[in-house]
């Protein structure tokens, strides 16, 4: 079926894969619309369900024009089903069944394996709106609050893209699948979702700017290597989807980034020379740095946990069976096979850590891990120059991967952010210097006051540099109205 660039609005569901020829699939979506919008009014965003918010929508799929900016009700929001263009010709590009056409159709003996892919990354896009569903009313301004919200109508868009693919290409198991998509609940004790780091809670604003930062970044490096898939309907799902997650990182570096600006400039007016004398900084009414690197250690390992084991058999046979690849697979110089390669994995030997080398195949998650890790850095080296900048003395740093891990080769030691494996006496004397202990989340909690005022900005974070689509400062980003 031919996409094209220009986006059918006349169906209910807006998209660009011929849905109005292609009844059977028009009809399931269709049925599964009013649970979604129940599922987005009762576990979305609360209390702004009928408040002008300026959002973007994508109406396109040309890469220089693909969005339109408008004030939107977030409940009518156009959720569509886009797929980047089809490319010609193109290839299976890794595993044993390299050179081959690209699949238009699911692939019989890998139906299983495809479908738990695209469950996965589906049940992460609506986890990521219930975690944040209360921030809202706490929004440090209104461009703040309409960043949020952009974020989360396109995590729902997302979960169309996904649910779009189980009802098209899975039948029966496709429509029960996108049904439990709704049914599982961010940390819900019998319900939870799949993963780890989607039930944990985002109760403020600095945890939303880390999460967008650190684990939307492991959506972009899951979306990046299933863009490489050889099932081509999933490769041009996550391509597209890559164009709208490149602002979620843009929201949480810069959020983080503006926390960090807004710290540094107080400190250097009450000439403060110390950045590490938290209490002092505290009286301020801004976030003191050591409680940012805490936060940031946190949320870091949450994410790393994203990437599963180091060795995997799962995702040997994902890269080998062609559905899921590399970071930029088809970038990197090799046979794009794995047949006699080897990695280097962190591992603990006799009680340190050390790199090992295994086979590359079984170690795909370690290198994606690994990519993901150099990807953080350069963000962390962005706001290690505001810091700079600032004169202030003081660097923040990705802990060691082995800290404060639940999954994997670290899953069951306890390690210093440096790396040190530490005996568990240890670890519970030091743990409240390296995570957020219950103190620092109250007092970020007391600062977690709505400022909604046009062109206002809470106490603890600094404006940013511009406005969303080239608004002026004082841009009324959501025009609220609270019935
Ligand atoms: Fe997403
Ligand atoms: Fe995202």
Request: charged residues 25%.
């Amino acid at each position: 079926m031919p996409a094209t660039s220009n986006v059918d609005y006349s169906t209910k569901i807006p998209n660009n894969v011929g849905l109005s020829d292609d009844q059977r699939v028009l009809r399931a979506l269709e049925q599964w619309h009013p649970g979604y919008i129940d599922w987005w009014l009762s576990r979305g965003p609360e209390g702004f369900q009928t408040s002008d918010v300026y959002l973007r929508t994508a109406v396109s799929i040309d890469p220089k024009g693909w969005a339109k900016f408008d004030y939107v009700r977030m409940p009518q929001y156009r959720w569509g089903i886009l797929l980047a263009p089809a490319q010609e010709d193109r290839r299976v590009n890794f595993g044993t069944h390299k050179g081959e056409k690209a699949w238009q159709e699911v692939p019989g003996e890998y139906r299983a394996m495809l479908r738990r892919l695209i469950v996965v990354q589906g049940d992460t896009e609506p986890a990521s709106v219930e975690q944040q569903r209360h921030l809202g009313k706490t929004a440090p301004s209104l461009y703040d609050m309409r960043n949020l919200f952009q974020v989360n109508v396109e995590e729902g868009r997302h979960l169309w893209a996904m649910v779009y693919l189980l009802h098209k290409y899975f039948g029966k198991d496709g429509r029960e699948e996108a049904e439990e998509l709704l049914a599982r609940q961010s940390g819900n004790v019998d319900k939870p979702r799949m993963l780890g780091a989607f039930n944990e809670a985002t109760p403020d604003w600095l945890s939303f700017f880390m999460f967008t930062f650190f684990t939307d970044r492991d959506g972009k490096m899951q979306l990046e290597s299933l863009a490489q898939s050889g099932f081509d309907p999933l490769s041009r799902t996550c391509r597209f989807m890559l164009t709208e997650e490149a602002h979620h990182m843009f929201v949480g570096e810069t959020g983080v980034g503006r926390v960090i600006e807004r710290t540094c400039e107080a400190i250097k007016q009450a000439g403060i020379d110390d950045p590490t004398e938290i209490s002092a900084v505290r009286k301020l009414g801004v976030i003191d740095l050591p409680t940012i690197q805490k936060k940031a250690n946190l949320h870091f390992s949450l994410s790393l946990d994203l990437f599963g084991s180091e060795m995997s058999t799962n995702a040997a046979n994902y890269y080998s069976s062609g559905l899921k690849g590399r970071f930029q697979e088809t970038r990197i110089e090799d046979d794009h096979q794995l047949t006699i390669a080897s990695y280097p994995v962190s591992k603990l030997v006799n009680g340190r850590v050390e790199l090992v080398d295994e086979p590359a195949l079984t170690a795909i998650n370690m290198r994606l891990r690994d990519d993901y890790v150099a990807d953080c850095a350069k963000g962390v080296e962005r706001w290690n120059k505001v810091i700079e900048k600032a004169g202030v003395n003081f660097r923040l740093k990705l802990p060691h991967v082995a800290f404060h891990r639940q999954i994997g080769e670290f899953g069951n030691v306890k390690a210093s952010p440096e790396g040190e494996v530490l005996s568990d006496v240890a670890w519970e004397k030091q743990k409240d210097q390296w995570l957020p202990s219950k103190a620092d989340g109250d007092f970020i909690e007391s600062l977690m006051h709505p400022c909604w005022e046009r062109g206002k900005f809470a106490s603890w974070i600094a404006v940013p540099k511009v406005g969303i689509d080239n608004k002026p400062g004082d841009f009324e980003y959501v025009k609220i109205n609270q019935a």
